[in-house]
């Protein structure tokens, strides 16, 4: 028995930080939507890049499984260590190492979280954009080339990491990226590490690029009788070239759960949310352009406000909306679906998709980043309910067809994790293989989050 | 001899596209700077995927090197054939194969120049932004990351390539990203591509994200007496988050060359060169912003101008500054420098460097992208004479650890070639040797672009 063997090797070196209590274990083989528990043996709170190192190494010694875990908030049951073996809880490794105003950048530890980065920013006069909603770690949002509502404007993980550190499976410490602000000297590694949900080695550090908060901040809400219209508003803006630095769609019944758990009274029509960042002549000039569009498509209820107690209001209620929905039905789980396709094609897809679902017996609102083409149904299940859970994934499977008919992918930001791995072949075809030849190149013998990502032996 | 039966089995399938003619050969085995000549053994002119796939196939039964070619322009030696087999000559691939303007983007095949690319796109109000100067292909210009002028606002070819189509060593065809705008789904294989260098494959197609051209545009000049304050303008410029679309940096001997190869008059001082794309109220505003800021660090000789014909006159001498620095003396060869550091570092690095070329013998003019801290020396060598080439590389080699000490990078945009293989080991340390695991496992016959990128055997 090898991982026997490495827990006791590693309880020599974490001391109490190897935990095997019930609730550490508990916590750890639990996931955000539908998965079954799966608990891993053991559960490692390193504290430095040292330890994650001397832990890399002593599990490859004895053949031991390492999945990291950041928040824990990823969709796709990315951080359950269905092979057993270790979580490496990066929780304790949540220090803001350099704040670099000048140079718009940070370092930070992987387990410092959004919130609290942004918390430490504040005096600073910069943020760090990207905002899944939930209060993920920077490593996990890192791993899952997380986006949000904000990506339209400022990109998604991809574009806003410069470099960072990584363990690899056999222990050996790699630095990717500089702190310069391009570079073309070799493989992009630090590309390669983001998106790759710990399958080729455990984040320890991240280099990070900062926006300077704006001079002026403006948001609004508007109703729209049909899907359509809004989202040709949506295409509209893109093309004039109006930078929003959020646009997110919300469907009828999105609006009415909102209503019921945060208290709104949004008109129960799809709605866009907006908000633009820029100069108060700036911000003021794309209100209005916007506005115009809004009115060319019918839309209604029409409401722009600068106050930030109004647009704190309007993107908690947003970031609750996965809340909402779920409290819409009783002791339910969710299969949070995640399309994102060309957005010539989008009213197209949300159109289908909302016609799917309402055949079904499930519900599943709608709601998404539609700026970049992205949006999730979020379908209510009852828990041990098998027929429901395989009609919601029936309705999962057709809506990744239609984005892959559309020219678009399986998911545009939750990742892979295990509920998306039956379609990395379908998306990628003989690129595929490739990753799992970078896999086995990083990883030969399989341990850095074993079971997912790459074809399975 | 592996080469002679491989030329043997490619001239069946290419006829007469597989040329051994002395000027093809000539034409392959040269280079912008200083390499020595290093011809191919033959240069094959696909006209398709298809056909690239069995160059590939063939090459790899017979142990044959393959090097892709675009447009010949890059500065580190990336196109030479080093170690023989054949020159891959994409100019017969040169179709742009969908323009989509609702989703902004387009694909095209690799030999598509950037001129041609933005003239065909015209008519659609839309433009490519990567602008390296060159009239590079965009499959050069996705090996070797380029960025260029609109870097700071429009992002490099990592930012701009959606995804790509690839041949790999064994002849293998791979598909990489979609026409969505963001993806969670599996290692980021067209970033891995970007800036390869033709060494991990061949790039048959790429899906490009393209820009509205902008409702209005407005461009300036303006004069400083110290290299300092316009460096300080630069990064106040950014802090205050003015979206300049260009802000290139040239200094008192590149004014002066401008001058006597273009006609134009500037006074021999280091000149900020910038552009805004926006609204019309926007590039005005930002205007005034910025020339707000070039007062404050005295700046002079401010000129604004939004007419078409002095703005093409301002970026087509730019866009000579390299030639108009050769011209300065006759018969030279150059090479060319490319650091890239952390903005707060810029005006040491740019003084140092000045400091350090002013007490060499040769000359070397100074310019560069300085919005994302990257800037170029010019350095003039007589060719043959290795006593200047010596000096040149000193000097060079001390840049280089100028911007690895001040957290930078070898190369903002040039890229690896041969000129910077010799920083690769200082730069990445142990993720070099992650880079030559990369290699191995997609190319581990060593077949594309052989000699260049991973450590060498
Ligand atoms: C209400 C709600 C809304 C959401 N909205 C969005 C959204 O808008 N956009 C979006 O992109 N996502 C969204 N998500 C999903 C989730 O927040 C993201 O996937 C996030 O990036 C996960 O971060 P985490 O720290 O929770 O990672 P975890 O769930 O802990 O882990 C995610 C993956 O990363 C790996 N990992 C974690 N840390 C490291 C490390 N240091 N090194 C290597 N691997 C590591 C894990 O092994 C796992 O594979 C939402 C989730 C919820 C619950
Ligand atoms: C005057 C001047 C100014 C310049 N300014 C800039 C600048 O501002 N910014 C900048 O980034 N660069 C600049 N460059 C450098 C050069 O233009 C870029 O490096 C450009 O990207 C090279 O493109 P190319 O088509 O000429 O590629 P090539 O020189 O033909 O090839 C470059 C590399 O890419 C490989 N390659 C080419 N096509 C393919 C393919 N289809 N598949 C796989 N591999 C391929 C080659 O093997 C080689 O390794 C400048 C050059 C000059 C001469």
Known sequence: MPVPEALTALAKILGDRLSRSKSDL????????????????????????????????????????????GAGTSLEGHALPVRGGISVDFSRMNRVLQINPQDMDCVVQP?????????ELRATGLFFPVDPG???????????????????????MRDNVLGLEAVLADGRVIRTGTRARKSAAGYDLTGLFVGAEGTLGLITE????????????SAAVCAFDEIGPAVETVIETIQMGIPMARIEFVDAATAAAVNAYSGASFPEMPHLMVEFHGSEAGVAEQAESFGALVGEHGGHGFDWSSRPEDRNALWTMRHN??????????????????????????AEAVEETRAD???????GPILGHVGDGNFHAILLVEPGNTAELDEAKALSHRMVERALRMGGTATGEHGIGMGKLGYMDKEHGAAWDVMGALKQALDPNNLMNPGKMVRQG
């Open 134 to 156: 939930a209060n993920a770690s920077l490593g996990g949002m890192a791993s899952t080339r997380a986006s949000g509502t904000t990506a339209v404007r400022y990109g998604t």
């Open 206 to 217: 991240l280099t990070l690029k900062l926006q300077g908060q704006p001079e002026a901040i």
């Open 321 to 346: 909306a996965y809340y909402a929905c779920l409290a819409t039905r009783k002791g339910a789980t969710a299969l949070v679906t995640d399309l994102c396709v060309p957005i010539s094609r989008l």
């Open 26 to 69: 508990d916590l750890h083989g639990r996931n955000e939507t539908y998965f079954p528990f799966a608990p891993p043996d053991a559960v490692a709170y390193p504290e430095t890049t040292e330890e994650v190192a001397a832990i890399a190494r002593i599990c490859a010694q004895h053949d031991c499984p390492m999945t990291g875990w």
């Open 357 to 363: 679902i309402a055949a079904a017996t499930i519900p």
């Open 111 to 119: 387990g410092v979280t959004r919130e609290a980065l942004n918390q």
